[in-house]
């Protein structure tokens, strides 16, 4: 039962990533920085894209994938097309990882340590969920805010 909140959770909020990031009006704002905003939306995307695929994809649905997570804050100008092309990917990542889970993998010990001490694979799913609304609420917010001073 859980597997498939997570699922649609992830889905929803991934989808509003890809329309936030297809909202922006200026392309080259979804790289823009100043004053005390410290990472641009696009890196922010960036983020969560390897996040999700590292601790879902290449963790829980084997998928290989390697992570390089300086180069999430460093890289700078790809395009809104490719954002939303990754992020498109990592849904169906997403979804098939989590098909391959069941109920009893919930409880068992993830086998990355994340955080201090050992979670549950459960509560490292529920953090990744309450981890992508975070940076995605950051996002939405440097778009409004670019936007509406573009004006």
């Known amino acids: 039962m859980i597997i498939e909140t997570l699922k649609l959770i992830f889905q929803r909020d991934l989808t509003r990533l890809k329309t936030e990031i ?3 009006q200026n ?3 979804i790289w823009h920085i100043e004053k005390n905003i410290l990472n641009s939306a696009g890196n922010l995307c960036l983020h969560l894209i390897g996040n999700l695929n590292t601790f879902i994809g290449a963790e829980i649905g084997k998928t290989g994938y ?3 997570r300086a180069l999430e ?3 700078k100008g790809v395009s809104k097309k490719e954002l939303v092309q990754k992020i498109e990917e990592t849904i169906k ?4 990882s989590l098909d391959n889970l069941t109920e009893e993998d919930l409880g068992k010990e993830y ?3 994340v955080f201090e001490s050992k979670t549950s694979t459960e509560y490292l799913l529920l953090h990744l969920t309450t981890h992508l609304t975070y940076h995605m609420g950051q996002i939405n917010y440097h778009r409004r805010l670019l936007d ?3 004006q």
């Open 66 to 68: 390697i992570r390089n």
């Open 111 to 113: 086998p990355i340590l």
């Open 73 to 75: 804050f460093s890289s």
């Open 148 to 150: 509406q001073s573009a």
């Open 93 to 96: 990542v997403v979804v098939t």
């Open 22 to 24: 297809e909202s922006y």
């Open 27 to 29: 392309e080259d704002a």
